[in-house]
């Protein structure tokens, strides 16, 4: 009853199978591709060894530099430790670390109900024992009290051999990395014995940022959700939220300073983000080496906010009489300033990452033509009928604001696109679907900072395997000089919210969104769809 | 960031106001689609005063007639009950009905925070209290015990007037029907009263086969998931659930002769329905007026059969060796009719509806022509090269086991387009996308019943509101008599299970498959998509 494609089969037969497919017997020792490119490219036959025969089969997203044996370690979960290492500037005072061993412990071992049985012996095949993992954060300054960043160093190099594997990284946000990938190595075989091979990794990002974007605004979404998203993220080594928290249809995060704005431009008095809230994500993100970069997109995207702030938005003309209707921010009047001063205050001051995202997508001019007054002022200001030249002012001004504040910023590409006169270390957010190569080859050429989310916007969903489309995607494949491909700083995948809600955020967003992980952490020349699907369907069933 | 789609509302916004939006007061009396086609249309003008102004807003499906007055009658949970009324053939006796009492008690009031404050009053504004709900059905043989079938009548009258409501039904069935609909006419306002408005309806099913198909072969599905579909699709009046059991990834089915066939055809031995987690989902399934239909489709797509059961599928050649591979069942031996005879003398025992649905779709033929004693049959036979003949001898032989067990039998469509030799009673379903209209011609025309599958296939997602494409089908829209279009009894929406499982079942089908429901149960004329959209939006949130 079924075309063609009714015989694929799913991408997520692996999880039914419920225990990771590894034999007992490992004996060759393999390199995997993600070596740096000097090295040859592995041929097929390797492969074909490789298949199924390794316990990297599991490893998502790939790690740059990778060696195992077939030599196996036995693991006592009654035993074993997640401990800091000597040497080490962080210890028991961390809280972030500490926070991280229980985590890890619980996802290698908590899951297991043979675990129940009580303090068992190890299995009878005579493995020498893994006692410990010890975490050596080698940086006088490691990090463990602020806030992840653009600049955060997340390498780490992981030794696994008896008695004792050593994981160390300069910074405390590159043993969470290795923390994660550490968890990922370790497996249960058929007898409930923990298992790890003896392996060596060396590891960091390909691209320094690399984001979900989540909208909490066409559909509201629980803490919960967000929450377990930034699990999903950390197993995926994701490590920016995009949080587009208000738009047109609700703005649901409670204001300090403006509460009106969601107590009237919210769904209802539930569907809000208290300060508490805020706050907890941000926490919770911290602890996984993520940061939270929220969104208040402006000028257009901002029907919600004319809710709970009076003449914010422009009112909209039929001829003479005004319609009743709103557009845009109003960009002509001193009180739109004022309350953006003091709005942006409270958001650089409520949200600790060193970037704001300030949106100015898909402005809708027709409104403000339809305006006497905007009109009058464009005269006065010498634009003609350019008003691209009104968008810009507009968000010149914010700039000035949002900097003032110490504060960097993204935006989307029209901002550029539009000519706004913005300072070099602005961000460039790149959306647009068509010839998204050419526009990273603008920003870039312009000197600008770029990031790439147009060919990755998950939120259109199509039948089948479309995660093989976004894993396909080369985000370097743009003209341009060495300097410019150095200015592509990472990317995002984006959830847009008008079809998505709690009820199936997570299944809908991974693992299609691991795809992107793995393309914005591993190596450029990670690129076997094969591969790739046999590990993230292994992948997959440890996430869920 | 996002193209024109991108503005669209999403279908889900409703879910988020919590509450059903329903005014305080009401004042007219309305009336609505659904009425006999010889009354007119309602005028566009009628539709904006209707517009969020009427409780039946959140109806689903639709009614055939309804009419409804602005007054409105309270209800207090703490004393409304819902009881057989006087004259009824049923009493406390029908283990089903009592079930659906508390279950629709629950469904109107169990959700309700503020019912756990205790005993409240009744609201202060004066409305006349509805005490009882007074179920009656008339038959002396009203179905309490037995299973719902093809000729169920499950049509119902409603009165709600005060002090007491009245469902009138001839059997159990619409008895069941007619409580969802009204479960669905109590609202709670605002202030936590309980209010229903006076009202009457008379209802029954366009058709009489409304079903779901769901997979369990492609991906297992937990038994929790598939009761909790059962609920849904009670709440959308659908009565079959095609229980698509098996195929050639997994054989979950535990047979009770032949067990080995799930030992080594499931995903694994926890990936099983025993006979008691069968039992389970057919008395479930009862409980709400749903048949079930089990599919074991042969003789392709049954490669997990093979796996437990030898010499059952065709070895497959290349030139004078066998490959190892197999494909469909072997029709030459006597031992696979021995297995079948046996095999469907269970299932026609386990299963209790009158109808078991035989497959015969895809058989590909590649593997009996490679094979040379399959050749060799052929040629004893006389049937040339026409492997459809060949086919059609199979399924002729299959078709006369099931009778021999006073079973009615489905098959897809391929098996009367081989021009197999079918019984008069035959149910073809059609599900081949192209033509489906033609097909049913062609099928009717031939005097079969037919079952329309082909634009209903849920499994194919694509971005949007896609619910509108399947409710704009209009089932009858083909070619024929009027005796023709009376063989077309209903209709089905499959969710085949390639990329579907217990993380994404009920939100990739529900409420998507709702159109589909009022489709099959609603008067033809019930086509507009914005006041469909609008009820759909409540009975979404009453669904969650």
């Known amino acids: 009853r079924r075309s063609g494609m009714g015989r694929a089969m799913g991408l997520a037969v692996g999880l039914l199978l419920g225990l990771l497919l590894v034999p007992a017997v490992l004996v060759s020792t393999s390199f995997r591709r993600g070596a740096p490119p000097s090295e040859p490219t592995p041929e097929p036959a390797e492969w074909e060894l490789a298949w199924g025969a390794v316990p990297e089969d599991s490893l998502w997203p790939l790690p740059q530099r990778l060696r195992t044996s077939g030599r196996q370690l036995q693991l006592a979960p009654g035993r074993f430790q997640l401990v800091h290492g000597a040497g080490s500037s962080l210890g028991p005072g961390c809280g972030l ?232 921010v109003n960009p002509i009047l001193n009180t739109t300033y004022n309350f953006m001063t003091k709005f942006f205050k409270e958001i650089s001051s409520v949200f600790p990452d060193a970037y704001i995202h300030l949106g100015g997508d898909e402005v809708n001019f027709d409104c403000w033509k339809s305006n006497p007054e905007v009109k009058e002022f464009m005269k006065e200001r010498g634009f003609g009928i350019d008003y691209a030249k009104l968008e810009s002012y507009y968000i010149q001004k914010i700039l000035d604001i949002v900097s003032s504040y110490n504060k960097g910023y993204i935006v ?58 976004y894993y396909s995607v080369e985000p370097l494949n743009f003209t341009g000089s060495e300097k410019q491909k150095k200015l592509l700083i990472g990317g995002e995948a984006c959830l847009w919210g008008e079809f998505v809600d709690a009820t199936n955020l997570t299944p809908r967003l991974w693992p299609r969104a691991s795809a992107v992980g793995e393309r914005l952490w591993s190596n450029r020349n990670v690129t076997d769809l094969r591969d790739a699907y046999k590990r993230l369907t292994n992948h997959r069933c440890r996430m869920l």
């Open 97 to 328: 670390l500490e926070d991280a061993f229980r985590r890890y412990y619980e996802y290698m071992f908590g899951q297991s109900r043979r675990r129940q049985r009580g303090h068992r012996p190890l299995g009878v095949r005579g493995e020498p024992e893994l006692w410990q993992l010890q975490v050596v954060v080698e940086s006088p300054d490691p990090g463990c009290q602020s806030y992840p960043h653009l600049a955060s160093n997340e390498a780490y190099h992981l030794t696994v051999t008896d008695p004792v594997a050593i994981l160390k990284a300069d910074e405390v946000w590159g043993a969470l990395r290795g923390l994660e990938t550490f968890s990922q190595l370790v497996y249960e075989d058929d007898y409930g014995s923990f298992l790890v091979n003896e392996s060596e990794i060396d590891d960091f990002p390909r691209f320094a940022h690399r984001g979900i974007l989540l909208d909490t605004s066409r559909h509201y979404l629980p803490l919960k959700s967000i929450l377990t998203n930034l699990d999903a993220m950390a197993f995926n080594k994701f490590n920016v939220l995009h949080w587009h928290i208000v738009d047109d249809q609700s703005f649901p995060y409670q204001s300090i300073y403006f509460p009106e704005l969601s107590d009237k431009g919210a769904y209802s008095y539930d569907h809000i983000y208290t300060p508490t809230d805020v706050y907890l994500v941000i926490e919770y993100a911290r602890l996984r080496g993520i940061r939270v970069i929220p969104e208040f997109d402006t000028p257009g995207h901002t029907q919600s906010w004319g809710k709970g702030q009076k003449d914010l938005l422009t009112p909209c003309y039929s001829g003479e009489q005004p319609t009743g209707s709103f557009g845009p």
């Open 412 to 469: 989307w590409q029209e901002v550029f696109d539009n000519k706004a006169q913005l300072k070099p270390d602005t961000v460039v957010e790149v959306w647009m679907g068509k010839n998204y190569a050419h526009e990273l080859s603008s920003v870039t050429e312009a000197g600008f900072t770029a990031i790439l989310a147009a060919p990755w916007y998950l939120d259109y969903i199509s039948y089948g395997q479309d995660w093989k489309k």
